[in-house]
């Protein structure tokens, strides 16, 4: 008899444990599946928000440019990639980009959507500003289709900047601007063509806003006469290790000089702190902002400490102290991401 009980208890503990067994891979496979969703829906390097019809739109660091749009600025869903085929002009202005695409901006203007996005390959100047433009933004109108406009800028090893993050502004007297760079000789600011979106002429001038060591991610943003310049200073992309942090200066000139709340020239290592890591906000960077309704919006995004560093979007009012200077709001930061496969 306890020979028996012996075996009935065996096989008991072993049915106990094949189904902990079963029971952990089937976890082990949820949160595999959940981390892959969690990658697949990251942001890094946010746009300006558009609208088109009653969605909003933005678009961010992927494989051919990822969008994604919202009803509410609350949930956003993935949307289609932007390039499923490459301009040709890649392979020859950087050959070592295999569709990996960064820090795209986007402007409505005279009636189409005009997207710029970096051509670049890690920790090196040859890159590139391109252009393409759609009239729709919505992937089920029939006239939705993105057109290539070519090459804006680029760099080399023979120039001192680096040809990346761009940045579109639309000045109050109509204007159209680009504001570009990332380490080097830190930001600079080119004049578009209002009719074409491209650089106003191959030769017109390079402005020189800002510079520090760790620079890059500028965006610029008027506001009751003066012009905001906003950069990103530190280290990205290193998850909760990031140091990323924003930093603010002004000028009643698009070309500059910007300076900081103490004075200081931003080309001189000035900025003023704007917005840096706070609890499981990380790393906040790459700041864009939009207006609807008389609100100032602000996004960005930050490396989430409550999931292992992941790139993620954060959304929050703008508002403006009693001396005219930003602050970022604490309200509505953390926003829901869905995937629609």
């Not at 009751?224 to 530190?234: A, E, P």
Request: charged fraction near 20%.
């Amino acid at each position: 008899m306890k020979r028996v009980q012996a075996m009935a208890m065996a096989l008991l503990c072993l049915l106990v444990a094949t189904g902990n067994v079963c029971r952990g891979a089937e976890q082990d496979d949820a949160a595999r599946a959940e981390r892959r969703r969690r990658w697949r829906l990251s942001i890094h390097d946010p746009s300006t928000i558009v609208t088109c019809g009653n969605q909003y739109w933005l678009f961010a660091t992927g494989r051919g440019i990822k969008s994604f749009h919202s009803k509410d600025l609350k949930t956003w869903t993935l949307g289609p990639a932007v390039l499923t085929t490459l301009p040709a002009w890649h392979k020859t202005a950087v050959p070592g980009n295999r569709g990996h695409l960064w820090a795209p901006d986007v402007i409505q203007h005279n009636g189409r959507y005009l997207l710029y996005y970096s051509v670049s390959t890690w920790g090196v100047r040859t890159s590139a500003i391109g252009l393409v433009s759609n009239v729709t933004l919505d992937p089920n109108a029939p006239d939705y289709k993105w057109v290539d406009q070519g090459l804006v800028i680029q760099s080399n090893d023979e120039v001192n900047f680096n040809a990346i993050d761009p940045g579109i502004t639309l000045g109050p007297d109509g204007r159209l601007w680009m504001t570009f760079g990332s380490y080097w000789s830190g930001i600079k600011l080119i004049e578009l063509d209002p009719k074409t979106g491209l650089r106003i002429a191959p030769d017109s001038p390079v402005y020189a806003l800002a510079h520090s060591d760790a620079i890059e991610a500028p965006c610029l943003w008027y506001h009751d006469k003066y012009y905001y310049l906003f950069v990103n200073w530190g280290q990205c992309c290193r998850g909760v290790d990031s140091t990323y942090n924003i930093r603010v200066g002004r000028s009643a000139t698009i070309t500059g000089p910007y300076l900081d709340k103490a004075g200081v020239d931003m080309l001189d290592d000035g900025g003023s702190r704007f917005l840096e890591t706070n609890g499981d906000f990380i790393g906040p960077g790459h700041a864009a902002i939009f207006s609807e309704g008389g609100t100032d919006w602000l996004g960005y995004h930050y490396y989430d400490g409550a999931w292992r560093g992941l790139a993620s979007l954060a959304i929050t009012t703008l508002q403006w102290d009693d001396d005219g200077w930003p602050v970022a709001a604490t309200d509505r930061a953390r926003v829901v991401l869905t995937d629609p496969q």
